[in-house]
T-cell receptor, first 116, second 110 residues
Protein backbone atom coordinates (compact mmCIF):
# COMPACT_ATOMS: atom_id res chain seq x y z
CA UNK A 1 0.00 0.00 0.00
CA UNK A 2 1.32 3.43 -1.00
CA UNK A 3 1.81 5.46 2.12
CA UNK A 4 3.75 7.98 4.16
CA UNK A 5 4.63 6.68 7.60
CA UNK A 6 5.64 8.98 10.40
CA UNK A 7 6.46 8.08 13.97
CA UNK A 8 5.65 8.56 16.72
CA UNK A 9 1.98 9.61 16.62
CA UNK A 10 2.18 11.26 20.02
CA UNK A 11 5.20 12.57 21.88
CA UNK A 12 5.52 14.42 25.17
CA UNK A 13 8.96 15.70 26.04
CA UNK A 14 10.74 18.33 28.10
CA UNK A 15 12.50 21.48 27.03
CA UNK A 16 15.98 20.87 25.65
CA UNK A 17 15.77 17.11 25.15
CA UNK A 18 16.72 16.31 21.55
CA UNK A 19 14.17 14.37 19.57
CA UNK A 20 13.67 12.99 16.07
CA UNK A 21 10.39 12.42 14.24
CA UNK A 22 10.82 9.88 11.47
CA UNK A 23 9.13 9.97 8.07
CA UNK A 24 9.29 7.33 5.37
CA UNK A 25 7.49 6.96 2.02
CA UNK A 26 7.30 3.94 -0.30
CA UNK A 27 6.20 5.72 -3.49
CA UNK A 28 9.64 6.69 -4.81
CA UNK A 29 8.72 10.37 -4.49
CA UNK A 30 11.42 12.95 -5.03
CA UNK A 31 9.71 15.73 -3.06
CA UNK A 32 9.24 15.52 0.71
CA UNK A 33 8.19 18.20 3.15
CA UNK A 34 7.48 18.88 6.81
CA UNK A 35 4.64 21.10 8.01
CA UNK A 36 3.44 22.18 11.40
CA UNK A 37 -0.18 23.01 12.03
CA UNK A 38 -1.35 25.36 14.75
CA UNK A 39 -4.87 26.71 15.44
CA UNK A 40 -5.59 29.78 13.34
CA UNK A 41 -2.29 29.53 11.47
CA UNK A 42 -2.92 26.63 9.14
CA UNK A 43 -0.20 24.38 7.71
CA UNK A 44 3.16 26.11 7.65
CA UNK A 45 6.12 24.62 5.84
CA UNK A 46 9.21 23.93 7.94
CA UNK A 47 11.62 22.33 5.47
CA UNK A 48 11.34 20.59 2.16
CA UNK A 49 13.52 18.44 -0.05
CA UNK A 50 13.44 18.07 -3.82
CA UNK A 51 15.67 15.01 -3.84
CA UNK A 52 18.44 13.16 -2.01
CA UNK A 53 20.94 15.50 -0.34
CA UNK A 54 18.87 18.56 -1.36
CA UNK A 55 17.01 20.39 1.41
CA UNK A 56 15.62 23.92 1.64
CA UNK A 57 14.05 26.07 4.31
CA UNK A 58 10.34 26.63 4.31
CA UNK A 59 8.57 29.48 6.09
CA UNK A 60 9.29 28.46 9.71
CA UNK A 61 12.64 26.58 9.83
CA UNK A 62 14.03 28.02 13.07
CA UNK A 63 14.69 25.36 15.70
CA UNK A 64 14.47 22.45 13.27
CA UNK A 65 16.88 20.37 11.20
CA UNK A 66 16.28 17.81 8.49
CA UNK A 67 18.34 15.39 6.44
CA UNK A 68 17.73 13.49 3.22
CA UNK A 69 20.36 10.78 2.96
CA UNK A 70 18.00 8.33 1.26
CA UNK A 71 15.10 8.99 -1.06
CA UNK A 72 12.51 7.32 1.16
CA UNK A 73 13.39 8.95 4.51
CA UNK A 74 13.14 12.54 5.68
CA UNK A 75 13.53 12.82 9.47
CA UNK A 76 12.75 16.00 11.38
CA UNK A 77 15.17 16.80 14.20
CA UNK A 78 14.58 19.15 17.11
CA UNK A 79 17.99 19.64 18.73
CA UNK A 80 16.68 21.59 21.72
CA UNK A 81 12.89 21.60 21.76
CA UNK A 82 11.05 24.52 23.32
CA UNK A 83 7.39 24.91 24.36
CA UNK A 84 6.64 27.05 21.27
CA UNK A 85 7.34 23.95 19.18
CA UNK A 86 4.31 22.22 20.68
CA UNK A 87 2.25 21.51 17.58
CA UNK A 88 0.81 18.95 15.19
CA UNK A 89 3.42 17.95 12.62
CA UNK A 90 2.82 16.42 9.20
CA UNK A 91 5.25 14.85 6.79
CA UNK A 92 4.21 14.72 3.13
CA UNK A 93 5.62 13.58 -0.19
CA UNK A 94 4.91 13.89 -3.90
CA UNK A 95 6.48 13.62 -7.31
CA UNK A 96 8.43 16.75 -8.17
CA UNK A 97 8.57 18.83 -11.32
CA UNK A 98 11.84 17.04 -12.12
CA UNK A 99 9.80 13.95 -12.86
CA UNK A 100 7.87 15.87 -15.51
CA UNK A 101 4.60 15.14 -13.73
CA UNK A 102 2.71 17.00 -11.07
CA UNK A 103 1.11 15.12 -8.23
CA UNK A 104 -0.66 15.95 -4.99
CA UNK A 105 1.00 15.68 -1.62
CA UNK A 106 0.46 12.45 0.27
CA UNK A 107 0.41 13.03 4.02
CA UNK A 108 1.48 10.96 6.97
CA UNK A 109 -0.94 10.58 9.88
CA UNK A 110 0.68 13.33 11.91
CA UNK A 111 2.71 13.61 15.10
CA UNK A 112 1.28 15.53 18.02
CA UNK A 113 4.22 16.94 19.95
CA UNK A 114 3.99 18.51 23.39
CA UNK A 115 7.05 20.21 24.89
CA UNK A 116 6.80 21.07 28.58
CA UNK B 1 6.73 34.96 -2.36
CA UNK B 2 3.33 33.37 -2.11
CA UNK B 3 0.10 34.45 -0.44
CA UNK B 4 -3.10 32.46 -0.25
CA UNK B 5 -6.41 33.75 1.12
CA UNK B 6 -9.58 31.85 1.89
CA UNK B 7 -12.48 32.52 4.27
CA UNK B 8 -11.97 31.36 7.83
CA UNK B 9 -15.38 29.79 8.36
CA UNK B 10 -18.56 29.04 6.44
CA UNK B 11 -21.88 27.49 7.35
CA UNK B 12 -24.25 25.62 5.06
CA UNK B 13 -27.27 23.35 5.29
CA UNK B 14 -27.37 19.63 4.64
CA UNK B 15 -28.40 18.96 1.03
CA UNK B 16 -27.42 22.43 -0.16
CA UNK B 17 -24.49 23.68 -2.29
CA UNK B 18 -21.55 25.68 -0.97
CA UNK B 19 -18.70 27.45 -2.76
CA UNK B 20 -15.38 28.02 -1.00
CA UNK B 21 -13.20 30.65 -2.62
CA UNK B 22 -9.43 30.90 -2.70
CA UNK B 23 -7.29 33.72 -4.06
CA UNK B 24 -3.56 33.41 -4.45
CA UNK B 25 -0.48 35.37 -5.44
CA UNK B 26 2.62 33.56 -6.59
CA UNK B 27 5.60 34.45 -8.73
CA UNK B 28 5.47 31.13 -10.56
CA UNK B 29 2.31 29.01 -10.69
CA UNK B 30 2.46 25.25 -11.13
CA UNK B 31 -0.88 24.00 -9.96
CA UNK B 32 -3.51 24.45 -7.28
CA UNK B 33 -4.75 21.74 -4.95
CA UNK B 34 -7.74 21.37 -2.66
CA UNK B 35 -7.61 19.18 0.42
CA UNK B 36 -10.16 18.14 3.03
CA UNK B 37 -9.11 17.81 6.64
CA UNK B 38 -11.16 16.51 9.53
CA UNK B 39 -10.12 17.66 13.00
CA UNK B 40 -6.97 15.92 14.22
CA UNK B 41 -6.52 13.97 10.98
CA UNK B 42 -4.23 14.30 7.98
CA UNK B 43 -5.38 16.29 4.95
CA UNK B 44 -6.76 14.21 2.11
CA UNK B 45 -6.51 15.20 -1.55
CA UNK B 46 -9.71 16.36 -3.28
CA UNK B 47 -8.78 18.02 -6.57
CA UNK B 48 -6.07 19.53 -8.72
CA UNK B 49 -6.19 22.34 -11.29
CA UNK B 50 -3.34 23.56 -13.45
CA UNK B 51 -5.28 24.88 -16.47
CA UNK B 52 -8.19 27.30 -16.43
CA UNK B 53 -11.62 25.80 -16.11
CA UNK B 54 -13.71 23.43 -14.10
CA UNK B 55 -12.71 19.98 -12.89
CA UNK B 56 -15.60 17.83 -11.71
CA UNK B 57 -15.29 14.83 -9.44
CA UNK B 58 -18.58 13.51 -8.15
CA UNK B 59 -20.13 15.93 -5.67
CA UNK B 60 -16.98 18.07 -5.67
CA UNK B 61 -15.85 20.46 -8.40
CA UNK B 62 -12.95 22.88 -8.53
CA UNK B 63 -12.49 25.90 -10.77
CA UNK B 64 -9.36 27.85 -11.66
CA UNK B 65 -8.72 31.22 -13.28
CA UNK B 66 -4.97 31.78 -13.53
CA UNK B 67 -5.29 35.34 -14.83
CA UNK B 68 -7.33 36.29 -11.74
CA UNK B 69 -5.36 34.19 -9.26
CA UNK B 70 -8.66 32.65 -8.19
CA UNK B 71 -10.08 29.23 -7.50
CA UNK B 72 -13.16 27.84 -5.88
CA UNK B 73 -14.25 24.48 -4.54
CA UNK B 74 -17.92 23.64 -5.07
CA UNK B 75 -19.56 21.03 -2.87
CA UNK B 76 -23.00 19.79 -3.89
CA UNK B 77 -25.62 17.78 -2.00
CA UNK B 78 -23.91 18.51 1.28
CA UNK B 79 -23.75 15.75 3.85
CA UNK B 80 -22.99 15.99 7.56
CA UNK B 81 -19.70 14.20 6.96
CA UNK B 82 -18.60 17.15 4.81
CA UNK B 83 -18.13 19.14 8.02
CA UNK B 84 -14.37 19.68 7.89
CA UNK B 85 -11.69 22.19 6.99
CA UNK B 86 -10.92 22.75 3.32
CA UNK B 87 -7.39 23.74 2.42
CA UNK B 88 -6.28 25.52 -0.73
CA UNK B 89 -2.63 24.98 -1.71
CA UNK B 90 -0.46 26.34 -4.51
CA UNK B 91 2.70 24.85 -6.01
CA UNK B 92 5.45 27.22 -7.03
CA UNK B 93 7.04 26.64 -10.42
CA UNK B 94 10.44 28.04 -9.44
CA UNK B 95 11.25 26.15 -6.25
CA UNK B 96 8.56 23.42 -6.22
CA UNK B 97 7.31 24.56 -2.79
CA UNK B 98 3.71 23.78 -1.90
CA UNK B 99 2.17 26.42 0.32
CA UNK B 100 -1.21 26.19 2.03
CA UNK B 101 -3.84 28.74 2.89
CA UNK B 102 -5.08 28.79 6.49
CA UNK B 103 -8.11 26.70 5.58
CA UNK B 104 -11.85 27.22 5.63
CA UNK B 105 -13.80 25.49 8.37
CA UNK B 106 -17.14 24.36 6.97
CA UNK B 107 -20.04 23.73 9.36
CA UNK B 108 -23.02 21.74 8.08
CA UNK B 109 -26.37 22.26 9.77
CA UNK B 110 -29.08 19.57 9.66
Amino acid sequence: EAQVTQNPRYLITVTGKKLTVTCSQNMNHEYMSWYRQDPGLGLRQIYYSMNVEVTDKGDVPEGYKVSRKEKRNFPLILESPSPNQTSLYFCASSLSRQSGRNSPLHFGNGTRLTVT
Amino acid sequence: GQNIDQPTEMTATEGAIVQINCTYQTSGFNGLFWYQQHAGEAPTFLSYNVLDGLEEKGRFSSFLSRSKGYSYLLLKELQMKDSASYLCAVRDLRDDKIIFGKGTRLHILP
